[in-house]
Every structure is written in structure tokens, then in C-alpha cells.
T-cell receptor
């Protein structure tokens, strides 16, 4: 089983739609969680951190369910500019007190007029 | 936000030569740096994790003698692709993080597009 799993999509949605992405992780000791966005042929950029209490930033809402080892990202009122690949990122413990970042395969979103 | 600078952004080299890629954290101490590889239309694959002052830890299937990683300081890590072959052509991205902050994000370099001819 992969350490971080995402539905690769693509999700093709019209402008204004609400879309939700899911991500599951296998390591119960995982400590921190993020959603990154990656545009074609560019480096990933942080979209938002994911907290146990859930967090919202404008049209974006992230949720974490530790019991189910599940993370979600909800995008409301989709814009054309939201078209990108959304990467679920999990920080897992590593030897020597360090951590490593593991990426999901990414979910591709295409928003059309 | 923090800045991670990666150079070069593009490199074309001949088969059999070596290529060095640099990754620098410009305004924070990167106790941990990660090196990823991404083939077209595929996800970022972690190659190795390096902690300052110690040897890198390579993921399964990544040859440590082929992909040499050095993390000699808190602001610089290098990846050297030795005896490059066309199948090594890929997008290589570094990421830097200060592990001492539990919830801190990782910052990414701009990536290096390597083409081996």
C-alpha cells in the first residue's frame, strides 16, 4: 500500500462548481499534513496546512480525520485559475528525530467555462 | 515566505557525464532537504532525504552511487547525477525544511529540468 494515496482524477468541472478531493495515509504516526498545488512544469507551492480542527481559507476548506487517516480539500465556486494538480503531503517520522515529506500522486483538476 | 533557490533550472548534458544540481535555502536553516524526481505526467517521487551533517537516506530503488547527495551546511545541499544516461532525463526538485518546527511547511526550489542526450 502506498504511504499516501489520492484519486488521480482528472476532475473536470464547470466554473462555479464545488469539488472535493480526498487523500488517505497509511502511517498512523504521521504528524503534519498539507495541501500543495502544482501547475504544469512548475514546482509545488503550499496551498494550505491541514489541522485537526479543520481550516478554511477563502474558497478552500481542509479537513483532517486522524481516526480514519483521511484528509480532504474542498474548493467552492471553482475558478478557471484553480486548474492544477493538487498534492496531498504528509510528514512522517523518520530516524534520528527527523521527518520526511511524502507526496500523494496528485489529483488533477480542470475547470472549464 | 521562505525562499529556496535551485540551480541550474535547465541542463542538457551528454550521456556519461555528471551533472551537479544545487539547492540553497536563502533565509532559513534547512535542517532537512529532500530531493524529488518527477517524470512527465507522474507524481513527485522522493529520491532521498538528507539531514545536515549526516549521510543521506535513499528511498528504495534509488542508487546512492549514482545520485550523490551532499548536505554539508544548513543552507546548501547538492545532488550529483553521475554517469548520466538518457533515462535519467527528468525534472528534479529539491525541498527544504526546518524539522525543528513540527508543523512547518517545506519550501521548494524551482526545479531542474535535466535532459541527457
Amino acid at each position: 500500500r502506498k504511504e499516501v494515496e489520492q484519486d488521480p482524477g482528472p476532475f473536470n468541472v464547470p466554473e462555479g462548481a464545488t469539488v472535493a478531493f480526498n487523500c488517505t495515509y497509511s502511517n498512523s504516526a504521521s504528524q503534519s499534513f498539507f495541501w500543495y498545488r502544482q501547475d504544469c512544469r512548475k514546482e509545488p507551492k503550499l496551498l494550505m496546512s491541514v489541522y485537526s480542527s479543520g481550516n478554511e481559507d477563502g474558497r478552500f476548506t481542509a479537513q483532517l480525520n486522524r481516526a480514519s487517516q483521511y484528509i480532504s480539500l474542498l474548493i467552492r465556486d471553482s475558478k478557471l485559475s484553480d486548474s492544477a494538480t493538487y498534492l496531498c503531503v504528509v510528514i512522517v517520522p523518520f530516524s534520528g528525530g527527523y521527518n520526511k515529506l511524502i507526496f500523494g500522486a496528485g489529483t488533477r483538476l480542470a475547470v472549464h467555462p | 515566505g521562505a525562499v529556496v533557490s535551485q540551480h541550474p533550472s535547465r541542463v542538457i548534458c551528454k550521456s556519461g557525464t555528471s551533472v551537479k544540481i544545487e539547492c540553497r535555502s536563502l533565509d532559513f536553516q534547512a535542517t532537512t532537504m529532500f530531493w524529488y524526481r518527477q517524470f512527465p505526467k507522474q507524481s513527485l517521487m522522493l529520491m532521498a532525504t538528507s539531514n545536515e551533517g549526516s549521510k543521506a537516506t535513499y528511498e528504495q530503488g534509488v542508487e546512492k552511487d549514482k545520485f550523490l547527495i551532499n548536505h554539508a551546511s544548513l543552507t546548501l545541499s547538492t545532488l550529483t547525477v553521475t554517469s548520466a544516461h538518457p533515462e535519467d532525463s527528468s525534472f528534479y526538485i529539491c525541498s527544504a525544511r526546518d524539522h525543528r518546527g513540527m508543523g512547518t511547511e517545506a519550501f521548494f526550489g524551482q526545479g531542474t529540468r535535466l535532459t541527457v542526450v
